[in-house]
């Protein structure tokens, strides 16, 4: 690898959005080093303790001291409590854990993907309390007995709120280090598979989640928004959630923006 050349680490790296923004890096000339619990640099559970440690240890050594960008895109559905401490626990250990290594760039830039469902009324406030007070354990047990789209919801407004608290604290805008959060609509991966291969589910989701534009996203449209937020192009923006739905926010919540 050439020097100079920067270098992006990615979680959830081998499928969807991760994979997507991995070979859009990749092709970009970035050095990308893929963590995911399998096909990938770092194998790693990020819903538990072992695997952040793991993730630490290892991007400690596969960055040599140094990383340009984080892209903090594991994540699942449908999983109960684990999906609290994958999407929100594992997302904030991640880009915090590895802060010190951005802080080693000029110029560092990280992306966390959020959600469009982190403004939807099914996250639940109560538990979107308990995991930005940061006890998993405790939040956790509160996932018994929810509906996995309250938890995941929960999990996505908990993860933005964090993200525009942190990215405009002194740990990160104040040693410029530039962090946002992408929220997509509904994207055609894995998460989905189900849902798009069955017509009538497919036909559900649509008018669950409408997009203006006329059709869901491909991973590589989401990757190509984070491509930009990583790069020396974005030199200003920090603590934003942008959503890429093909106009789903703008068209659920209308035109006001306050
Ligand atoms: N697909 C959508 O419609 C959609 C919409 C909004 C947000 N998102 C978000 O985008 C992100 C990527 O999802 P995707 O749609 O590409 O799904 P995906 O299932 O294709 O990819 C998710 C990746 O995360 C990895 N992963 C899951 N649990 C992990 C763990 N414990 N440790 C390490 N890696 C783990 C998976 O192995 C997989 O490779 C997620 O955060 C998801 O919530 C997706």
Same mark, same amino acid.
């Given at each position: 690898? !050439?020097?100079?050349?920067?270098?992006?680490?990615?979680?959830?790296?081998?499928?969807?959005?991760?994979?997507?923004?991995?070979?859009?890096?990749?092709?970009?000339?970035?050095?990308?080093?893929?963590?995911?619990?399998?096909?990938?640099?770092?194998?790693?559970?990020?819903?538990?303790?072992?695997?952040?440690?793991?993730?630490?240890?290892?991007?400690?050594?596969?960055?040599?001291?140094?990383?340009? !960008?984080? %892209?903090?895109?594991?994540?699942?559905?449908?999983?109960?409590?684990?999906?609290?401490?994958?999407?929100?626990?594992?997302?904030?250990?991640?880009?915090?854990?590895?802060?010190?290594?951005?802080?080693?760039?000029?110029?560092?830039?990280?992306?966390? %993907?959020?959600?469009?469902?982190?403004?939807?009324?099914?996250?639940?406030?109560?538990?979107?309390?308990?995991?930005?007070?940061?006890?998993?354990?405790?939040?956790?047990?509160?996932?018994?007995?929810?509906?996995?789209?309250?938890?995941?919801?929960?999990?996505?407004?908990?993860?933005?709120?964090?993200?525009?608290?942190?990215?405009?604290?002194?740990?990160?805008?104040?040693?410029?280090?530039?962090?946002? %959060?992408?929220?997509?609509?509904?994207?055609?991966?894995?998460?989905?598979?189900?849902?798009?291969?069955?017509?009538?589910?497919?036909?559900?989701? !649509?008018?669950?989640?409408?997009?203006?534009?006329?059709?869901?996203?491909?991973?590589?449209?989401?990757?190509?928004?984070?491509?930009?937020?990583?790069?020396?192009?974005?030199?200003?923006?920090?603590?934003?959630?942008?959503?890429?739905?093909?106009?789903?926010?703008?068209?659920?919540?209308?035109?006001?923006?306050?």
């Amino acid at each position: 690898m !050439a020097p100079g050349t920067p270098v992006c680490l990615v979680t959830g790296a081998a499928s969807g959005i991760g994979a997507a923004t991995r070979a859009s890096l990749t092709a970009g000339g970035w050095r990308v080093i893929g963590v995911d619990l399998r096909d990938a640099d770092i194998r790693a559970d990020l819903g538990t303790p072992a695997g952040r440690e793991t993730l630490l240890r290892e991007a400690e050594m596969l960055a040599d001291g140094a990383l340009n !960008a984080v %892209v903090a895109c594991a994540g699942v559905l449908g999983r109960g409590a684990d999906t609290l401490s994958v999407n929100y626990f594992g997302t904030i250990a991640t880009l915090e854990g590895l802060r010190p290594l951005l802080a080693a760039c000029s110029g560092a830039r990280a992306v966390a %993907v959020g959600s469009v469902a982190a403004y939807f009324p099914d996250a639940d406030e109560a538990l979107v309390a308990r995991l930005l007070a940061c006890n998993e354990d405790a939040a956790r047990k509160a996932a018994a007995g929810r509906e996995e789209l309250a938890i995941y919801a929960s999990s996505k407004r908990a993860l933005a709120r964090w993200c525009r608290a942190a990215a405009v604290s002194p740990d990160w805008a104040g040693a410029g280090i530039l962090l946002n %959060v992408v929220a997509p609509g509904l994207v055609e991966t894995a998460m989905n598979r189900e849902t798009f291969s069955d017509p009538k589910r497919r036909a559900q989701i !649509a008018a669950f989640m409408p997009a203006p534009l006329g059709r869901h996203a491909q991973p590589a449209e989401i990757a190509a928004l984070i491509g930009f937020l990583v790069s020396p192009a974005n030199s200003y923006m920090a603590g934003q959630v942008i959503y890429c739905d093909g106009g789903q926010e703008a068209l659920q919540r209308g035109p006001a923006i306050s």
